[in-house]
């Protein structure tokens, strides 16, 4: 045996992770509409939600929807803060993906430990039986390594569980909802609600650095992104409009993870940059931190830094009212008037 077949083989032994094809570069697989009494699966790749209450609630959210819901077999499983075993949770998708009468995917919560199941997922499966699939937060691995494995369209949106709770399907949340999920058309320009009073708005955006940009939306939450940095499911922001979020966690540690992303590349290379409202990202209670940098001057010191467009403040991610942005579909960033248009339909 050779040397290289030596390593090769100690390698595979060892467990590492054997590279899996991935499609073209710029193939687009899009899911089919969802439609008003269509089937779809409820699954906890992430942390349990095992409480009776809790799943009855989102249950009653699915039909609200005007859908019908089938929870996964392993739903309602515990394993200390997680949905079940691995082997549990991967089931449990690769079943939605898999049962015929299923039309899309939604995860009920986020949490913890959606990637511990990266390196074990049947992407072909997922590639020939292509489902509307959504979720944000900690779903965001499963977002950057199915689209990323397969090229399907994953639609970055609310979890049905929030907080414990579907109380964040405002009609704002509803309405962008449905035209991701439900309509064949593109979704066209995303907006904050606006504001009562233009001088105390309550979701302000604001340009970090001026300009307009077109490209593929990717993105999802800035921990999870900078937690796959290093893995085959690394996020690619090459000509791409990135989006990120986070919620509760003070600046310092959103310079950390940005800084991260500025070493490795990322923002520069993105064609423009969108970020989330920051929910509870102010210094927190460390004496240490309290007077040092806002959030503000932290992402314009650092991502205006890349030179590309920026805006920041679109409701994304861990906000009440939230915006869905389907990964993979080309939009066109306005940063300098504080507006992201979604120009391709994200379903067929």
Known sequence: MTRRGFVSAVALSAGAIRPQTQPPPGTLLKPPALREGDTVALITPATNVSDPGDLATAVKAIEYLGLKPKLGRNVGKQLGYLGGAIDERLDDLHGAFRDPDIRGVFCIRGGYGSAQLLDRIDYKLIHDNPKVFSGF???????????????????????????????????????????????????????????????????????????????????????????????????????????????????????????????????????????????????????????????????????????????????????????????????????TRGQLVIEESAVS
């Open 137 to 335: 937060s900690d779903i965001t691995a499963l977002h950057l390594a199915i689209h990323k494995q397969t090229g399907l369209v994953t639609f970055h949106g609310p979890v049905i569980l929030f907080n414990g709770n579907a109380a964040h399907f405002t009609e704002y949340t509803l309405n962008y909802y449905r035209k991701a999920l439900f309509t064949k058309e593109p979704i066209g320009p995303l907006a904050n609600p606006p504001a009562a009073n233009p001088l105390a708005d309550t979701h302000p955006l604001r340009t970090i650095h001026p300009g307009t940009a077109h490209g593929r939306l990717i993105g999802g939450n800035l921990t999870l992104i900078c937690s796959l940095m290093g893995t085959p499911w690394e996020i690619d922001t090459r000509n791409a409009i990135f989006f990120t979020e986070d919620v509760d966690e003070p600046p310092y540690r959103i310079d950390r993870k940005l800084t991260q992303l500025r070493l490795a590349g990322k923002l520069a290379s993105a064609a423009g940059i969108v970020l989330g409202e920051c929910a509870d990202c102010g210094p927190g209670d460390k004496p240490a931190f309290a007077s040092t940098l806002s959030l503000g001057q932290v992402l314009d010191q650092i991502v205006g830094g890349a030179g590309v467009p920026a805006l920041t403040g679109l409701l994304i991610g861990h906000t009440d009212n939230q915006l869905t942005l389907p990964l993979g579909v080309l939009a066109t960033l306005d940063a």
